[in-house]
């Protein structure tokens, strides 16, 4: 049975730093695209980041770009997303997620997901 579960939520204030987690159990792990969302309150989910099975390959979100990192540690079965000068517009829950064919932020290619994990940041 698979299992993605974040991690590394919280309350921030704006301009500080989070570093979200997500395990992934069930599957082979370097075998998948791996990737974060979010959905805001009253918003669609959106892609943020995502990053190919070797690491080697990452695509952000124009609006994360340049202050959020992606990145994997495959012997860990491991994501992370280092998240630094946060906004309020980043207050959203973040979703971890499983892509085993594809490459990119399209939510239906996905295959596995978490629960999410709530990050707010005030202002």
């Known amino acids: 049975q698979v299992q993605v579960v974040e991690s590394g939520g919280g309350l921030v204030q704006a301009g500080g730093s989070l570093r979200l987690s997500c395990t992934a159990s069930?599957?082979?792990?370097?075998?998948?695209?791996m990737g974060w969302f979010r959905q805001a309150p009253g918003k669609e989910r959106e892609g943020v980041s995502c990053?190919?099975?070797?690491?080697?390959?990452?695509a952000y979100a124009n609006s994360v770009k340049g202050r959020f990192t992606i990145s994997r540690d495959n012997a860990k079965n491991t994501l992370y997303l280092q998240m630094n000068s946060l906004k309020p517009e980043d207050t959203a829950m973040y979703y971890c997620?499983?892509?085993?064919?594809?490459?990119?932020?399209?939510?239906?290619?996905?295959?596995?997901w978490g629960q999410g994990t709530q990050v707010t940041v005030s202002s």
């Open positions: 069930g599957l082979t792990f370097d075998a998948y695209t």
């Open positions: 997620a499983a892509d085993r064919t594809g490459w990119g932020l399209q939510e239906y290619e996905y295959n596995y």
């Open positions: 990053i190919n099975w070797s690491g080697r390959s990452t």
